[in-house]
C-alpha cells in the first residue's frame, strides 16, 4: 500500500503548467481583450493548464515570471504617438529576455506583433513585425501545416472574418516554420506592400527554438531553448466565442509547453511552475483508488 501510494506520489506532485497573459496596451486597445482572458481560463480544466492575467508591466521581473511555464502577450500595444512608448520598460525587457534565456517558452496573439518594435530580440521570438492590413474582412485561411496541435483540428480551408495582417519581414527567414497561410483570392487588400513577407504569406507559425532566446549573449540553458508560438488572427471577440478558433489557440499554448525546457514536464529546468497545484479530477481518482 505505501509503496503504491509513493509510486503515485510522482505524477501527483508535478505542477501544471502555468501561463501568464499580458494583455497591456498603450495604442489601439481590442475590445475582445477581456473575453479572450476568460476564453483561455475557461479552457483550464480541459488543457490542464493554468493561466494568471496582467496588465501591470512592474509584474515582469525575473523572479515573478520565474513561476512560469510561458508568457503569452495578447493583442499588446505600444503607444502610437510619434516617440512610441514600449509595453515594457528597460529593465521589464532585461528579465523578460532573462526568462527566455533559461528555456522560457513564448506565444504571441494578434496586435503582439506590434508592440516592442524597437526591441529586436522581441522580433525575433515573435519572428516577424506587423506592418499593415487592410479592413477586417472575411478571408478564407489555408492550413499549410496540420502536424501541429494548433492546426490539426482545422478544416484545409477555413473561412474566418478577420484582419489579415502582412508583416515586415518573412519569419521563415529566422527558422520558423509557418502554419496558417491566406488564400489572397479571397479578400481585396488594396495596400502597398514594400517589405518581403515571403509566399505563401505567414498567418501562423511556430519556432522550435524561440529566436530571440540567445540575443544578448546568454548561452543554451541544459533544459533547452523554449518555444515560440504566433498568430495574427484574433481580432473579434466574436473569434473568442468560437470553439474552433480556440482549439487553434490553446492547441499552439500546448505545442509551445510540450517544449520540455519549463518545470511543468521537466524537473531539472529553471523556469515554470514548480508548485503542485489543485490535482484535476482524473488525477485524485487515481489517488483514492490507489488507496
Ligand atoms: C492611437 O492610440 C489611441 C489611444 O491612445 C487610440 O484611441 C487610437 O485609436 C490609436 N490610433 C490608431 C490609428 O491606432
Ligand atoms: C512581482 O511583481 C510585483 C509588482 O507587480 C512585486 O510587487 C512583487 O514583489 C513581485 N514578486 C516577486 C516575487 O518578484
Ligand atoms: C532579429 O535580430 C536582428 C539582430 O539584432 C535584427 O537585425 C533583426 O531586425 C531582428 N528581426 C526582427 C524580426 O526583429
Ligand atoms: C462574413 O463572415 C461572417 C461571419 O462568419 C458572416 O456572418 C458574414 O455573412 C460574412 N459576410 C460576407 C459578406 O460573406
Ligand atoms: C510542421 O510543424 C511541426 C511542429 O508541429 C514542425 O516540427 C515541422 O517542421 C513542420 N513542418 C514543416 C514542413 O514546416
Ligand atoms: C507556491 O504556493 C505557495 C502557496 O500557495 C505560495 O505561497 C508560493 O509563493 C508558491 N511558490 C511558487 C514558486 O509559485
Known sequence: MLFLLSLFSLPLAMALPKVLIYSRTLGFRHESIPTAISALQSQTSKYNVLFDATEDNTFFTQSNLSNYDAILFLSTTDSNATVRVEVL???EKAAFQQYLALGGNYIGVHSSSDSLTETPFFGNETGAYFDYHPPLTNATIVVLNSSNPST???PTRW?????MYNFKSDPRSLGAFVLLTVDESTY??????VYNQGSPHPIAWGQEHGAGALMGGASAPVTGIGRSWYTSLGHLSETWEDPL????VMGGIQWALESGSTRAFNTQALVGNANSTTPT???SATVSGST
Open 188 to 193: 481585396t487588400d488594396t495596400g502597398t506592400r
Open 245 to 248: 478558433f480556440l482549439s487553434h
Open 281 to 283: 479530477s482524473s488525477r
Open 159 to 163: 473561412p474566418v472574418q478577420d484582419e
Open 152 to 154: 490539426s483540428g482545422l
Open 89 to 91: 520598460n528597460t529593465d
